[in-house]
């Protein structure tokens, strides 16, 4: 139902209260009726933090102990709901700007090295309500992942985060060194195991990270921070890495350790045996 709609429901609805002698006793139900009926705002600001500072690409910085210097961070974000106490779900609908969302799907870019343009907002409605937390999946859906990216609009035109070898985005384009800006290993998750080209099918490795956060949560400007220094804890490399996950790349290593912290397996599935440990509420 669109916004108009919506509007001439609640006149409506407003006239007959007011209107009604009878309906005084009915009143507080009737608003709070319409309370309901009235969207609220979502707003989620994503950040990267690295040893509690807050991400600067390009340059070397401290996290883990060690010395590390990022060239990229990007990511979709969709499939977003709130979940409220008893676990239930309710679903986001992400506004579109034709520029960061679109068609449900939002780029988070917090890197200043590739682009420098950056986005922090994932913003939508949902319906009002009381929330204690949010859900949401890195990655583009399914049923977007394989369209021709240059008649998309944005941000699923985006060229740098696209597999044209596998007909499919990059879910997450995350490249960092720890060798002062040498042997860079560059963590591209993305579905991979896809047939069927042009078109391709469903993919055996999907490489979505489902992120279920909760605590305190404020639906309508809620912080979600992403702790690079639990990313690479235990990265080592030793030389340049190219985690392009399994089937293509051929192996786990030494990429098994940062998929594992978006909660996936090196099947690129999500796996109730693996705890995410990287997106937390701020």
Same mark, same amino acid.
């Given at each position: 139902?669109?916004?108009?709609?919506k509007?001439?429901?609640?006149?409506?609805?407003?006239? %007959?209260?007011?209107?009604?002698?009878?309906?005084?006793?009915?009143?507080?139900?009737?608003? $709070?009726? *319409?309370? *309901?009926?009235?969207?609220?705002?979502?707003?989620? @600001?994503?950040?990267?933090?690295?040893?509690?500072?807050?991400?600067?690409?390009? /340059?070397?910085?401290?996290?883990?102990?060690? &010395?590390?210097?990022?060239?990229?961070?990007?990511?979709?974000?969709?499939?977003?709901?709130?979940?409220?106490?008893? +676990?239930?779900?309710?679903? %986001?609908?992400?506004?579109? !700007?034709?520029?960061?969302?679109?068609?449900?799907?939002?780029?988070?870019?917090l890197?200043?090295? =590739?682009?420098?343009?950056?986005? &922090?907002?994932?913003?939508?409605?949902?319906?009002?309500?009381s929330?204690?937390?949010? =859900?949401?999946?890195?990655?583009?859906?399914? &049923?977007? @992942?394989? *369209?021709?990216?240059?008649?998309?609009?944005?941000?699923l035109?985006? +060229?740098?985060?696209?597999?044209?070898?596998?007909?499919?985005?990059?879910?997450?384009?995350?490249?960092?060194?720890?060798?002062?800006?040498?042997?860079?290993?560059?963590?591209?998750? +993305?579905?991979?195991?896809?047939?069927? $080209?042009?078109?391709?099918?469903?993919c055996?490795?999907?490489?979505?990270?489902?992120i279920? *956060?909760?605590?305190?949560? /404020?639906?309508?400007?809620?912080?979600?921070?992403?702790?690079? !220094?639990?990313?690479?804890?235990?990265? @080592?490399?030793?030389?340049?890495?190219?985690?392009?996950?399994?089937?293509?790349?051929?192996?786990? $290593?030494?990429?098994?350790?940062?998929v594992?912290?978006?909660?996936? @397996?090196?099947?690129?599935?999500?796996?109730?045996?693996?705890?995410?440990?990287?997106?937390?509420?701020?």
């Amino acid at each position: 139902m669109n916004i108009f709609k919506k509007f001439f429901i609640i006149l409506s609805v407003l006239g %007959v209260v007011s209107c009604d002698p009878n309906s005084k006793s009915n009143d507080n139900e009737t608003l $709070a009726l *319409l309370a *309901l009926a009235i969207p609220q705002a979502v707003n989620l @600001n994503f950040e990267a933090l690295a040893n509690g500072q807050t991400l600067v690409t390009g /340059s070397n910085i401290n996290a883990d102990g060690r &010395t590390v210097q990022f060239r990229d961070f990007r990511m979709y974000i969709s499939e977003v709901k709130l979940v409220k106490a008893d +676990g239930s779900t309710t679903d %986001v609908t992400l506004s579109s !700007d034709n520029v960061w969302q679109s068609n449900g799907v939002a780029l988070v870019d917090l890197e200043t090295t =590739q682009t420098t343009e950056t986005n &922090t907002k994932v913003s939508g409605t949902a319906l009002a309500g009381s929330y204690t937390g949010v =859900q949401f999946t890195v990655g583009v859906p399914e &049923t977007l @992942n394989h *369209l021709e990216r240059t008649n998309q609009t944005a941000p699923l035109n985006n +060229g740098a985060m696209y597999w044209s070898w596998t007909g499919g985005y990059k879910h997450a384009k995350i490249e960092f060194s720890l060798d002062s800006g040498t042997n860079w290993t560059s963590l591209h998750l +993305g579905s991979t195991g896809c047939s069927g $080209a042009p078109n391709y099918g469903n993919c055996t490795a999907k490489y979505r990270a489902l992120i279920q *956060l909760t605590g305190q949560f /404020s639906s309508t400007n809620q912080k979600v921070s992403f702790n690079i !220094d639990q990313l690479i804890n235990s990265h @080592n490399p030793g030389a340049a890495a190219s985690c392009m996950p399994l089937p293509m790349m051929g192996g786990p $290593a030494p990429c098994t350790t940062l998929v594992q912290a978006f909660g996936l @397996n090196t099947s690129g599935l999500v796996d109730s045996s693996l705890t995410q440990r990287v997106f937390s509420l701020k």
